[in-house]
């Protein structure tokens, strides 16, 4: 079942928006408070379109739900990690700017609520850095030494994309991710049903922070 599917069981006066390009997204309540969902699709180019699409909406606040396959033996499959900034190794952030140099970093703000509902969740969390890049299936063993000797907590492909997009438009995003594999100890994907709590877990306290900021 997709995080949308999921979080759609949660909300209460559902009604769908978007519909183009694969985006089908919907707004309704969660504890009284109005929220809208938007699956970002797979990598930097779509996410960056839903996100400009979503602030040119009217969006303020933006937490992507996701999964990342962490690059640190301390961080357990089930873990959640929330970003606080991402390593630019897409095409798509480091169009936006050029390819000059430049850090998408998440918002304070949106970091802080993230800790919090994780906090009240009572969740195994871990706050740090990630790498966001576009080649699902192109790591390989010294490239993951390299990024877990320099402390970054997880591999992903959307958050670069996302944070740049954010910035640059003056809203504020974040992200929490579901660790599915720990490519350090060479498991690449856990089954889908192990990590079925651990995803509605990150949907909780993503929900919570947006009510938070809302």
């Known amino acids: 079942m997709q995080i949308e599917q999921r979080l759609c069981q949660i909300f209460s006066d559902k009604k769908a928006i ?4 694969c985006f089908n997204g919907f707004t309704g309540r969660y504890k009284g408070k109005e929220i809208s969902i938007m699956p970002t699709q797979m990598g930097g180019p779509s996410a960056a379109i839903a996100v400009e699409e979503l602030i040119r909406a009217g969006a303020e606040y933006l937490i992507r739900v996701g999964t990342c396959g962490a690059v640190q033996k301390d961080v357990e499959i089930g873990d959640l990690i929330i970003a606080i900034s991402a390593v630019p190794e897409d095409g798509t952030s480091r169009s936006y700017v050029n390819f000059e140099p430049f850090c998408p970093t998440a918002s304070f703000k949106v970091i802080n609520a993230l800790i919090r509902a994780a906090e009240l969740e009572r969740a195994r969390y ?3 850095v990630v790498r966001s890049s576009d080649a699902f299936y192109a790591e390989d063993p010294d490239t993951i ?3 877990e000797r320099r402390g970054i907590l997880a591999f992903e492909m959307e958050d670069a994309a996302v944070f740049t997009v954010a910035m640059l438009r003056g809203a504020n995003a974040g ?5 599915n594999g720990n490519l350090v100890k060479g498991v690449q994907f856990a089954p889908e049903d192990e990590l079925k709590e651990g995803m ?3 949907i909780r306290i993503a929900l ?3 009510f938070m900021l809302s």
């Open 18 to 21: 978007g519909g183009k390009r």
């Open 126 to 128: 871990h706050v740090g």
């Open 200 to 202: 509605m877990r990150a």
């Open 175 to 179: 992200a929490i991710h579901l660790v």
């Open 208 to 210: 919570e922070a947006a």
């Open 145 to 147: 030494k390299k990024w």
